[in-house]
């Protein structure tokens, strides 16, 4: 695997992506699973997943070395280390792996390639105002971007009840490479976050940290 970028966010949060250049029978060897990551593995079908679920295993474990905690669901499917204090956040897509960890604070993040169909699904994500935002000079960078920033905020709440159109909200950036704000607002919880966003060989990267805001 290829470590594309290693950032240093601030002294307690960092991330990192990697480019998977290996096949699913180079992977396997390089992490011993243990028995519970063993069965979940071998229940998937397509190479393509096994091929990200290993790489982001692989990832994490190469960021803390040398120590190593298991990687564990919650019930609502978000990860964590087990017997860490540390938060994490996983995202993959096509050959890409990115995790981002902290020591302090809940974060998300989401990589997405810019594609021409993000544009048929629009409406499923975006609330009519923040469809109005859009530059159609620009969209589907703003879209993509839009898509990650609300992946991310899903990522970093961590529950299952958010409506991404309704209950997601977001000050719609002219593009990448900057800082914007999202707001999740359900029932009695009203917060606001900071985003930040990156665009890197075509794809876009955006992450969250709850400790910015």
């Not at 002294?11 to 990697?18: G, K, S």
């Not at 692989?58 to 280390?81: A, C, H, M, S, W």
């Not at 087990?82 to 604070?105: C, K, P, Q, W, Y």
């Given at each position: 695997?290829a470590?594309?970028?290693?950032?240093?966010?601030?002294?307690?949060?960092?991330?990192?992506?990697?480019?998977?250049?290996?096949?699913?029978?180079?992977?396997?060897?390089?992490?011993?699973?243990?028995?519970?990551?063993?069965?979940?593995?071998r229940s998937?079908?397509?190479e393509?997943?096994?091929?990200?679920?290993?790489?982001?295993?692989?990832?994490?474990?190469?960021?803390?070395?040398p120590?190593?905690?298991?990687?564990?669901?919650?019930?609502?499917?978000?990860?964590?280390?087990?017997?860490?204090?540390?938060?994490?956040?996983?995202?993959?897509?096509?050959?890409?792996?990115?995790?981002?960890?902290?020591?302090?604070?809940?974060?998300?993040?989401?990589?997405?390639?810019?594609?021409?169909?993000?544009i048929?699904?629009?409406?499923?994500?975006?609330?009519?105002?923040e469809?109005?935002?859009?530059?159609k000079?620009?969209?589907?960078?703003?879209l993509t971007?839009?898509?990650?920033?609300?992946?991310?905020?899903?990522?970093?709440?961590?529950?299952?009840?958010?409506?991404?159109?309704?209950?997601?909200?977001?000050?719609?950036?002219?593009?990448?490479?900057?800082?914007?704000?999202?707001?999740?607002?359900?029932?009695?919880?009203h917060?606001?976050?900071?985003?930040?966003?990156?665009?890197?060989?075509?794809?876009i990267?955006?992450?969250?940290?709850?400790?910015?805001?």
């Amino acid at each position: 695997m290829a470590e594309l970028i290693r950032k240093n966010i601030n002294e307690d949060t960092l991330y990192a992506i990697w480019q998977i250049t290996e096949s699913v029978e180079e992977l396997y060897p390089a992490i011993k699973l243990r028995e519970n990551e063993e069965i979940l593995y071998r229940s998937f079908v397509a190479e393509s997943r096994k091929k990200q679920w290993l790489a982001y295993r692989i990832l994490i474990r190469e960021l803390l070395k040398p120590v190593d905690f298991p990687v564990e669901y919650d019930q609502t499917g978000k990860p964590f280390l087990t017997g860490s204090g540390f938060h994490i956040s996983v995202t993959h897509t096509e050959d890409l792996a990115a995790v981002i960890i902290s020591r302090n604070a809940s974060v998300g993040i989401d990589i997405e390639k810019i594609k021409p169909r993000i544009i048929k699904v629009k409406d499923k994500f975006l609330h009519e105002e923040e469809l109005s935002l859009i530059n159609k000079d620009d969209e589907l960078e703003q879209l993509t971007l839009a898509w990650c920033a609300k992946e991310a905020l899903y990522k970093m709440y961590g529950l299952r009840n958010l409506d991404f159109r309704e209950n997601i909200r977001l000050e719609i950036p002219v593009g990448a490479g900057t800082v914007f704000k999202g707001f999740i607002h359900v029932e009695d919880i009203h917060k606001e976050y900071h985003l930040i966003s990156e665009k890197i060989d075509g794809f876009i990267l955006v992450y969250s940290i709850d400790a910015l805001i």
